[in-house]
């Protein structure tokens, strides 16, 4: 059956028509969740008061493993599968607990100057020769005073004390030896107390204490060590021969008042500072901690696991810190219970996090073979938001540019109006932070890790529920939920899949040669343009509208709008404005004010083609930069990027190439040109990956891009619609547009943008 040409040419509109309505209806179910999500913030509340009235769960206690059958209770009620409640043997120091009338609860903290300079009195001794000063009193163990991780099972009492400023190698380089004498430390983040600790170690120093300015509620805080494989370990096992000392936290008004008594005896030599302490003892030893599983079992392969650390320190009862994420989780999956999800959805609950990530480690030690399939670990810790006490942020720690992506569709569904006092801080961050993802993320799993900000309370006695901003509650479990929805449901991520590309790529020679590639693909389309034997009337007025519908769609849709939504609308539209301004610019400076109407068709065909090469060399570089630097953070996305791109490199190669032949510039002429625009694309790549380096930032391509997408914008309108419109067949004109669209929409819908 032979077919009119106008036939042919309505098939092929109705084709594309449908295609482009087709690809934005994917990509909307791409971006937009399908379930409708109800957070239960009062059953979350009681959740957190359950938890808590357990008491403080360090690891190993009885209130944990109440707090594991709790969490095990609760998966049954829920509706998950393969609950079990996991026993680990942790090596930690355990801090007993003292009872009401347990002189070691205090530390009887009394500065004293004595005369003559008459050494330390012995331990139990009276003050007989010494004149005791106004002093700090009694500091009340928890409310003055807590011990910190690892403060040893050595009794010290009555130790002349200094103060050594941070607690740097330099700050101690001046005492050979400090025995029998206790060092006050200004902590401020200059070194780590791990860092603290050892120097003070190094020097025999008989304890040491630590405040920071301005800090009324000294928290207990785990001193631990990084090993060469990222791996957080307590001192007892990273230094089994360490000899412990006492190490204590102390409020900054207590601190004040110590260092004016060692000011005042650093001045005159009769007399001398004395820190008269009854240390509370510890114990190094081995507990069982206990990490609960459960499962919401998905139709299809891989795994998303949620976790959160149901520990608490060993004074705190922990409601912020966490048991609102152990509440938050617990949420999730009743809100996921009833779905219809394609991957697995698995919960933990951690405990030994307060130690070192030791419960997390643990697991992943002994079950690392059978989580091959884990794709995702998503971790909550102490992600409650109160925009009253200025706690609003929430921050996101991501590894990878595909789950910030994700995350950001998600923060866009989520933010809305009901959630205006609050914001979503998502970075990438290669070490993956302090929680418990850090330990998935040390064993080369993809993390996603949500936490909140800094509060008073944190790891004190204070930290009960009714610090909790119950309203504040829900934007976490909200978040997590979409980005789940959108990782875990066969809507969800690019049509193309890659396996064996899930990691990063650690040189810039791959990303190079993807980028090169795409690049080429441009000469694909030039080589099309090189082989027909004539570009008619018809023929031109559909390539050039085709050429102005690929570059419309991506510009407005794709590097105006889409940035918009990213980076916001006026920094982007700004940069927008600013690309279509060049075009003008340009064109005046390099016109020599002529004017076009002395040019004839084939001269203006010619134009329109080197105006269109011009203006997609320009925009192939920024894309190129961007494509260098996402294959460098995830070799699989980098593939799939370059066969989108390449999808619409060649018909923008055909837009380059087919006004320069038809313009009587050649064939061979024309298809080096189109060859030529491509390899800005990777050129792009090395600037990115060899110069800028670390200082390309996200909002940085954002702009180059929408800067781009304002030149090809005028392009399109300028010089290839009119001259398409001079084809004088408005049929194919119409058709071309769409099928440009439509053809580009699809690229993006590849890419799963």
């Known amino acids: 059956m032979n077919l009119s040409s106008d036939t042919k040419l309505a098939v092929l509109g109705i084709i594309s028509a449908f295609t482009l309505v087709s690809s934005f209806a994917m990509g909307f179910m791409a971006e937009e969740s399908v379930v409708e999500f109800n957070p239960d913030e009062d059953r979350m509340m009681e959740d957190i008061e359950m938890i808590t009235s357990f008491g403080p769960r360090l690891a190993g206690s009885d209130a944990e493993y109440q707090t594991a059958v709790f969490i095990s209770q609760r998966y049954e009620e829920i509706g998950l599968s393969n609950i079990e409640i996991i026993e680990y043997e942790i090596t930690a120091c355990w801090f007993e607990e003292p009872g009401p009338d347990d002189p070691t609860s205090h530390m009887h903290s009394q500065l004293e100057q004595g005369a003559d300079n008459v050494g ?12 005791q000063l106004e002093g700090t009193g009694n500091l009340e163990h928890a409310e003055s005073f807590v011990f910190l991780g690892f403060s040893g099972g050595i009794h010290k009492h009555d130790n002349e004390i200094l103060f050594l400023n941070n607690g740097t190698v330099s700050d101690f380089s001046s005492y050979s030896d400090l025995s029998d004498t206790a060092v006050l430390i200004n902590y401020d983040g200059t070194i780590s107390l791990a860092e603290i600790y050892l120097n003070a170690i190094e020097k025999n120093s008989a304890a040491v204490v630590i405040y920071q300015e301005g800090v009324e509620n000294p928290y207990f805080k785990t001193v631990v060590v990084e090993d060469v494989n990222g791996k957080l370990v ?29 000011n005042e005896a650093s001045s005159d030599s009769t007399k001398y500072a004395i820190l008269d302490g009854n240390w509370e003892y510890a114990q190094v030893g081995t ?4 990490i609960v599983t459960g499962e919401l079992v998905g139709k299809g392969e891989g795994t998303i696991m949620v976790g959160a650390h149901h520990d608490s320190t060993y004074l705190s009862p922990g409601a912020i810190d966490n048991a609102v994420g152990v509440a938050q989780l617990l949420d999730i999956a009743d809100n996921l219970k009833n779905e219809d999800l394609e991957k697995t959805i698995r919960f933990a609950t951690w405990g030994g996090e307060e130690l070192g ?30 925009p009253q006490t200025g706690t609003s942020t929430l921050g996101i720690e991501t590894t990878s540019n595909i789950n910030k992506e994700y995350l950001e569709i998600a923060k866009k569904q989520v933010l809305d109006s009901s959630w205006s006092d609050y914001n979503v801080n998502i970075v990438k961050n290669d070490g993956g932070g302090g929680s418990d993802h850090r330990s998935f993320n040390s064993a080369g799993f993809e993390t996603v890790g949500a936490f909140g900000w800094a509060y008073p ?44 590309l899930e990691g990063e790529s650690t040189s810039w020679k791959f990303p190079f040669m993807l980028t090169l590639v795409a690049g080429l693909a441009t000469g694909i389309g030039g080589l099309i343009v090189y082989f027909l034997k004539e570009v008619t009337p018809e023929l031109m007025a559909f390539l050039l509208a085709m050429a102005a519908g690929v570059m419309l769609l991506i510009s407005i849709i794709d590097l105006w709008i889409g940035q918009a939504l990213e980076f916001g609308f006026i920094l982007i539209t700004f940069s927008f404005l600013i690309g279509t301004l060049t075009v003008y610019v340009a064109n005046y400076f390099l016109s ?7 040019l004839n068709e084939d001269q203006i065909l010619y134009r329109s083609g080197i105006l269109t090469a011009v203006a997609l060399g320009i925009h192939n570089f920024p894309e190129g930069l961007a494509m260098g630097v996402a294959v460098l953070e995830s070799a699989q996305y980098g593939v799939v990027l370059m066969i989108a791109i390449a999808l619409h490199n060649i018909p923008e190669g055909i837009a380059v190439a087919a006004p320069i032949k038809a313009g009587k510039g ?18 792009g790549a090395l600037f990115a990956l060899l110069i800028l380096g670390s200082f390309l930032t996200p909002i940085m391509i954002g702009c180059s891009l929408a800067f781009v997408g304002g ?34 929409q699809l690229s993006l819908l590849l890419l799963g943008e």
């Open 287 to 290: 507990r069982t901690t206990y």
């Open 457 to 500: 309370e944190y790891h004190t006695s204070l930290d009960t529920p009714a610090v909790v901003h119950k309203d504040g509650l829900s934007l976490t479990p909200e978040l997590i939920l979409h980005l789940i929805v959108l990782k875990a449901s066969s809507e969800g991520g690019p049509l193309i899949q890659v396996s064996g």
């Open 120 to 131: 330390p009195i012995p331990d139990g001794a009276q003050g007989s020769g010494r004149v």
């Open 357 to 386: 990530l030791l419960g997390s480690q643990k697991y992943i030690e002994q079950e690392f073979n059978s989580l091959s399939d884990l794709e995702l670990y998503i971790n909550l810790d102490s992600t409650n938001l109160n």
């Open 234 to 262: 307590p001192f007892p096992e990273a230094y089994p021969n360490l000899e412990l000392i006492p190490f204590v936290f102390t409020t900054s008004s207590s601190a004040s008042q110590m260092i004016d008594f060692i």
């Open 711 to 744: 030149i090809m914008t005028v392009v399109s309108f300028k010089e290839l619609i009119p001259q398409a419109v001079n084809q004088g067949r408005p049929k194919y004109l119409v058709v071309g547009i769409i099928f440009g669209a439509a053809l580009m």
């Open 592 to 598: 020599d004010n002529k004017d076009t109407s002395e």
């Open 666 to 683: 050649g064939a061979m002429k024309a298809a080096g040109i189109a060859l030529l625009t491509g390899l800005t694309e990777p050129l």
